[in-house]
């Protein structure tokens, strides 16, 4: 089934897909950001992408069924590194799909971008997404106190980062 699992860009009719994910609290809190997305913006976002060239944004699907979201962000060609970020419907939680999709976004990353080092932020309290970092290859870098701002608390953040060299 792991070979099902597979990246394919965004396209226009994967925005109700999206915005649902968008619009979940469950799954915009390890975003560090509001469940507050609207349709028209979500579309204007998508037309304005199109001809980005420092975001790489992916479908993650299993057959023909979305089963979440994964971007590489804030691609930067002179440093050659990137932001990871990744957000798995519910529904499919707790299936190993993150960490399949992680290897498959930093394959992406290093073999097809070239880059020298991927990069990502997670909740502190997040210990299960921590540990699946950990185990594809990202090692904790720093950690960022009181920096996010979720649902009325101030949350501490971890910058996790794996370098082409080692992932290889």
């Known amino acids: 089934m792991e070979q099902d699992l597979q990246l394919r860009p965004v396209e226009k009719n994967d925005l109700e897909f999206l915005h649902k994910l968008n619009n979940n609290p469950d799954v915009m809190k390890f975003w560090f950001e509001e469940p507050y997305l609207s349709m028209e913006k979500l579309k204007n976002m998508y037309e304005k992408s199109l001809d980005n060239t420092e975001h790489r ?10 089963i979440g979201y994964v971007g590489l962000f804030s691609i930067d060609d002179r440093h050659r590194n990137a932001e990871f970020g990744i957000m798995i419907d519910p529904s499919h939680q707790g299936n190993g799909y993150a960490g399949k999709a ?22 502190k309290k997040n210990e ?22 979720v649902n009325g608390s101030y949350h501490d953040a971890v910058v996790m ?4 060299r080692d992932y290889k």
Not at 57 to 66: V, Y
Not at 161 to 164: E, M
């Open 102 to 123: 992680t290897k498959l976004a930093l394959e992406y990353g290093f073999n097809q971008l070239n880059l020298h080092k991927i990069y990502l932020y997670a909740a």
């Open 57 to 66: 944004q992916f479908i993650l699907s299993l057959l023909d069924e979305n």
């Open 128 to 149: 299960k997404a921590i540990h699946i970092y950990g185990k594809i290859g990202f090692q904790i870098e720093g950690e960022m106190k009181e920096h996010f701002f």
């Open 161 to 164: 980062s794996v370098f082409q």
